[in-house]
């Protein structure tokens, strides 16, 4: 074993985790601050809802899943010139933040409108009745409500990034995706690719265990 590991450049090794970790970081924030409101708009524009609005909900709906039909690697290429634009360049960490954002808010907006119909419709209206305003209901009784649904949504997003951050390794993205390509694929060092692999596997294990740790401590609150 220890002949096995020794061909392994280590140091490469953790450099590729920071570069998934700083991918996964920037991602999941942006991903969060832009699908939340997307979320809730889905929600409160559907049908009997508080702002109700077929033809906004559709025009949204359609975006959303036009954006989630479309697979990431394809997602990364179309994107390239948008990415080069926001960001300079189209390779490394930063190049592979925009498509990771792009291909996730949809599929987390989509996650918090069914946290926010997991709420009890007597809560919102008998916010309603009270007068409170929607804004009001949005931050008092909707989110508070649906939190245990929206930390399950964070967890999910979470792993699905982790997958996209290894695809993104095949248009030079960083990370360990870039890496077990690299070295493991186009090399042929098998070692490098069975590290990376139980790195992103042990990486997902700790976001879910994380993710149902914090579902369980605020079901049980």
Known sequence: MNEWLAHIHWGEVGEACLDTLNMLGAALGCTVLLGLPLGVLLYLTGQRQLLESPRLYRLLSVVANVLRSMPFIILLIVLIPVT???TGTSLGVRGAIPPLVVGCTPFFARLVESALREVDRGLVEAAQSM?????????????????????????VTAIVLVDYTAMAGVVGGGGLG???IRFGYQRFQTDVMVVTVLLLILLVQALQMSGDRLVRHFTRR
């Open 84 to 86: 080069t634009l926001v």
């Open 178 to 180: 870039d890496l077990a």
């Open 131 to 155: 007068g409170a305003s929607t804004a009001q209901i949005i931050v008092h009784t909707l989110l508070p409500e649906a939190r245990t649904g929206l930390i399950a949504a964070v967890t």
